[in-house]
C-alpha cells in the first residue's frame, strides 16, 4: 500500500495504512501462534526447547534492535528529513544519497558482528544461561540464528525507508514471511535435525523478510524525484542525515534498545537455574500475553513517519495532537486484551499448545506466569509509543535509554528473590515492575520533550482506563472459571470483559476522551455552514499524507508500525 500522491486524497490515507498493518499483523500473530504451537507440539517444554530458546535470544535481540526499535527510530526520521528536503534540493537525490551514505556501512558492520557472533557461540551460550542442561544443542541453534544478524539489519532498512515514503504493504507482510520460514522448516526438518529445524527456520525466514521488501524499495528509489525548486531554509537539525553513522546521533537509540531488550537477557539468565521448562514457560507465556500489546502498537508505527514529518515542517502542535491519540487508542486496546489474558490465561493456553508433549502441567506453569505478565502490558505499549516522542526529531534524546536502564535495575533488582521465592512467576513480576517504572518516568518527562506531550492529562485518562481494565478482569474471570468447555469460556470471558469495560468508561465520571480513527468521509459530512467555523488545520493534519512536502510547508501526520 503506497500513499496517495495526489493533493486531496490523504485524509483518509492513515486508516487504510492501519487497516492494512493490522490485517497483516494478525496473519503473522496467527502464524506465529501456529509456529509456537507447532513447537511445543513437536518437543514440549523441556531441556531442548530451553536449548533453543536460550539460542532464539540472538532473533529476538535482533528483531528489537534492527527492525523494531533502533533501526525504525533511526531511520524514519532521516529518510523523512530527507524527502522533506528533496523539492528543495538543487543537485541530486537527498534520499539516494542517504542510502549510498548508510546501506554499505552498515551491511558490513552488521555482516561481521554476525561472524563474531557464529565463532563465539559457545562463549554466548555460556553468558546468557549458565548451568542449561543441554549446552552444546544451544550452541549448535545458536550458530544457525546468529545468520539473522544480518539479514534482520537489512530487513529494519528497508523498513524504514518504505514506511517514510508511505509504502506499507511490504514492511507489515514481513513476520508473515518469517513465521511461514520458521514452520516450513520445522516441518521439513524435524525427524534429521530436532528442534535444530526451528533454528535453521529462523535462518530461512531472515532471507523471506528481505525478499518481501527488496521489490518494493528498490521501485521507490529509482522514482524520479520531483522537479526542483529554489532552496528552502533547513528545519533545526535538519542537515545530519549525511552523519547518521556518528556515534552522537545514533547512540541514544541503540543504547534504548539494547537495554530494553535486555530484560529478556536477564529473564533466561535467571530462569536458567530453575528447573527444565522454566525459560519455555517464560517464552509461550510472554508470547501470548504481549498480543494485545502488539495490537496496539500498530497505529503508532503507522503514525511515526508523519509525526517526524510534522517536526520536520516546524508543527510541534499537530504532532502532539496525533501521539495524544494515538497513546489513548493504544491503552484501550492494550488493557482490553490484558484483561482477557488475565481472566483466561488457562483456557488460552489449553485451548493454543495442550497437546502432544505440552502437558496439563505446563498449561497450569505457563498461565500463572502469563497472568503476571500481562500486568506490565500497559507500561510495554506506553514505553513503545511515548519513545517516539523523544526520538522522532533530528537529534534522538539520552533520557529514554536512561529511564529504560532505571526499569532494567528494578527489573534485575526484584528478579533475583522473585526467582528465589515464586520461580518463573517471580520473574515475570519483575518484568512487570520494571517496564512500568520506565513507562512512568517516559511520561513523566514527555511534557519537556520535542513532542510537548501533556503527561499530566494522559496520565489521569489512563488511571481511569486501567480502572475500568480492573473491573473488567474481575467480570471476566469470575465468567471464566464458572464455564467449563475452553472454547466457550474464552468467548464469554471476551464478551463480558469488552462489555465491563465499555460501560465503565462510558458511565465513569470525567470519563477519558478517546478520539476516533480520522477517516476522509468525516471531512465529507461538514455541511458548508459549519466549514468557515472550523479552526485552521495545522500543517500537519492538512497535508496529504503521501506527499514529500518540503520543510516549512504543509506535512502530512501519519506513517506505518513495525
Request: with cysteine; proline share 7%.
Amino acid at each position: 500500500m503506497k500513499g496517495p500522491a495526489g493533493g486531496g486524497q490523504g485524509r483518509g490515507f492513515l486508516a487504510k495504512a492501519a487497516a492494512v498493518t493490522a490485517g497483516l499483523t494478525a496473519v503473522g500473530a496467527v502464524l506465529g501462534l501456529v509456529r509456537d504451537q507447532i513447537l511445543a507440539g513437536y518437543f514440549g517444554a523441556g531441556a531442548e526447547t530451553d536449548a533453543f530458546l536460550v539460542a532464539w535470544t540472538v532473533p529476538e535481540f535482533a528483531s528489537t534492535l534492527l527492525i523494531e526499535d533502533a533501526m525504525a527510530l533511526i531511520l524514519v526520521p532521516a529518510f523523512s528529513r530527507a524527502l522533506a528536503r528533496r523539492p528543495g534540493a538543487l543537485s541530486g537525490d537527498p534520499v539516494r544519497g542517504l542510502v549510498r551514505g548508510t546501506l554499505p556501512r552498515l551491511t558490513l558492520s552488521v555482516g561481521l558482528v554476525a561472524a563474531v557472533l557464529i565463532a563465539a557461540a559457545p562463549s554466548v551460550v555460556r553468558l546468557l544461561a549458565p548451568g542449561l542442561s543441554a549446552p552444546g544443542l544451544a550452541v549448535d541453534c545458536t550458530r544457525l540464528t546468529a545468520t539473522c544478524v544480518l539479514t534482520f539489519a537489512l530487513v529494519g532498512y528497508c523498513s524504514a525507508a518504505l514506511r517514510a515514503h508511505h509504502v506499507f504493504l511490504p514492511p507489515a507482510a514481513i513476520y508473515v514471511a518469517y513465521n511461514v520460514g520458521i514452520i516450513g522448516t520445522m516441518v521439513l526438518l524435524r525427524d534429521p535435525w530436532g528442534v535444530r529445524s526451528a533454528a535453521a527456520g529462523v535462518a530461512v525466514g531472515g532471507v523471506l523478510m528481505v525478499l518481501v521488501q527488496a521489490p518494493s524499495l528498490l521501485r521507490v528509489l529509482r522514482a524520479r524525484p520531483g522537479p526542483s525548486r529554489e532552496p528552502e531554509a533547513p528545519a533545526p537539525g535538519s542537515g545530519g542525515d549525511g552523519r547518521l553513522i556518528v556515534l552522537g546521533l545514533i547512540a541514544p537509540v541503540v543504547a534504548f534498545s539494547l537495554i530494553r531488550q535486555s530484560q529478556t537477557l536477564i529473564e533466561r539468565f535467571l530462569a536458567a537455574a530453575l528447573p527444565s521448562g522454566a525459560i519455555s514457560h517464560l517464552n509461550y507465556a510472554q508470547k501470548i500475553a504481549q498480543m494485545p500489546m502488539i495490537l496496539s502498537l500498530m497505529l503508532c508505527t503507522v503514525s511515526f513517519p508523519v509525526v517526524a514529518r510534522a517536526l520536520a515542517a516546524g508543527d510541534p502542535e499537530g504532532a502532539r495532537r496525533r501521539v495524544e491519540r494515538d497513546l489513548l487508542l493504544a491503552a484501550v486496546v492494550v488493557l482490553v486484551g490484558a484483561s482477557v489474558v488475565i481472566s483466561a490465561a488457562p483456557r488460552i493456553v489449553e485451548l493454543l499448545f495442550q497437546r502432544g508433549e505440552f502437558d496439563h502441567a505446563d498449561t497450569v506453569a505457563t498461565a500463572a506466569v502469563m497472568r503476571v505478565y500481562a500486568l506490565g502490558l500497559l507500561g510495554q505499549t506506553m514505553v513503545g509509543a511515548l519513545v517516539r516522542c523523544y526520538f522522532s526529531a533530528a537529534r534522538p534524546l539520552w533520557y529514554p535509554a536512561a529511564a529504560m536502564a532505571a526499569g532494567l535495575a528494578a527489573t534485575a533488582a526484584a528478579g533475583v528473590p522473585g526467582a528465589r521465592a515464586w520461580g518463573a512467576v517471580g520473574i515475570a513480576a519483575a518484568n512487570a515492575l520494571g517496564i512500568t517504572l520506565t513507562a512512568v518516568l517516559l511520561l513523566r518527562g514527555a511534557h519537556r520533550q520535542t513532542v510537548p506531550v501533556r503527561s499530566n492529562r494522559l496520565g489521569e485518562d489512563l488511571l481511569r482506563l486501567a480502572t475500568a481494565a480492573a473491573w473488567a478482569t474481575g467480570a471476566g474471570w469470575l465468567c471464566s472459571t464458572a464455564i467449563g468447555p475452553p472454547a466457550l469460556s474464552l468467548a464469554v470471558a471476551v464478551a463480558v470483559v469488552a462489555v465491563v469495560f465499555l460501560l465503565f468508561v462510558a458511565c465513569a465520571a470525567k470519563a477519558p476522551e478517546i478520539p476516533p480513527l480520522p477517516h476522509r468521509s468525516t471531512r465529507r459530512r461538514r455541511t458548508a455552514h459549519a466549514r468557515p467555523h472550523r479552526a485552521a488545520p495545522s500543517a500537519a493534519e492538512a497535508a496529504p499524507v503521501g506527499e514529500a512536502a518540503p520543510v516549512g510547508g504543509d506535512v502530512p501526520l501519519d506513517h506505518g508500525r513495525r
